[in-house]
């Protein structure tokens, strides 16, 4: 079936430098997207969302880029610090019926001091 | 993960017991949704409701149970004849596309 799924399963980085975590999606009639980022033990967080008529939006140290052409999505944290560790998911919706998430099996993001 | 409560945190299962898991909402949202977790993987839909006394099947609802008999409220129950039932349990509330996560419960099996 398609699905949602992420290219790197694990990210190290520096503190204080850029993090990108990608995402990519097979539907081609996926219209909302949805960053999570989930500690370990605690549920997952929104963290930024952007819908299919956009292709960039950014929030507090936090940029979505959305690019439909090549089913891509990424997910970009400035000056990257210890407390962005964490895994992170994309998540997109297309069935506007159930408005029920598909995700990816998540990129786990290490900060090194 | 204000304003939606799970509990408990850790449940045990003995095998060929039913469990019953809580989600509790206080943000007011229509929908509300429950997803299993797997160590190192995603989020898998179980059961979801978009509105009071109705509730929909997910990708993976056999041996799962669930009720919604109030808009705060949306518990599951895992019966006995869900075989592999360890795993971590995220309840969600729906505010259009959008979904917020409750803290999870993580039910064990003894």
């Known amino acids: 079936g398609e699905s949602v799924g992420l290219h790197l399963p694990t990210l190290s980085v520096q503190e204080g430098d850029n993090s990108i975590i990608n995402c990519a999606y097979s539907?081609?009639?996926?219209?909302?997207f949805i960053w999570y980022k989930q500690e370990s033990g605690k549920g997952p967080q929104f963290i930024i969302d952007?819908?299919?008529?956009?292709d960039k939006r950014q929030g507090q140290r936090v940029t979505v880029l959305l690019n439909k052409t090549v089913k891509h999505l990424s997910l970009q944290i400035a000056a990257t610090q210890p407390g962005d560790s964490a895994v992170y998911f994309c998540?997109?919706?297309?069935?506007?019926?159930?408005?029920?998430?598909?995700f990816g099996s998540g990129t786990r993001l290490q900060v090194q001091p | 993960d204000g304003g939606i409560t799970q509990s408990p945190k850790y449940l045990f299962r003995k095998e060929g017991q039913n469990v019953t898991l809580s989600c509790e909402q206080n943000?007011?949202?229509?929908?509300m949704y429950w997803y299993r977790q797997d160590p190192g993987q995603g989020l898998r839909l179980i059961y979801y409701?978009?509105?009071?006394?109705?509730?929909q099947k997910g990708d993976i609802a056999e041996g799962y149970s669930v009720s919604r008999e109030k808009k705060e409220s949306f518990p599951l129950t895992v019966t006995s004849a869900q075989k592999n039932p360890t795993a971590f349990y995220l309840c969600?509330?729906?505010?259009?596309?959008?979904?917020?996560f409750g803290p999870g419960t993580r039910l064990l099996v003894l």
């Open positions: 952007i819908r299919s008529n956009m």
């Open positions: 409701s978009q509105i009071v006394n109705d509730f």
């Open positions: 998540a997109e919706t297309s069935d506007t019926g159930r408005r029920a998430l598909t």
């Open positions: 943000l007011n949202h229509d929908a």
């Open positions: 539907n081609s009639a996926s219209d909302y």
């Open positions: 969600a509330t729906g505010a259009g596309e959008t979904q917020y």
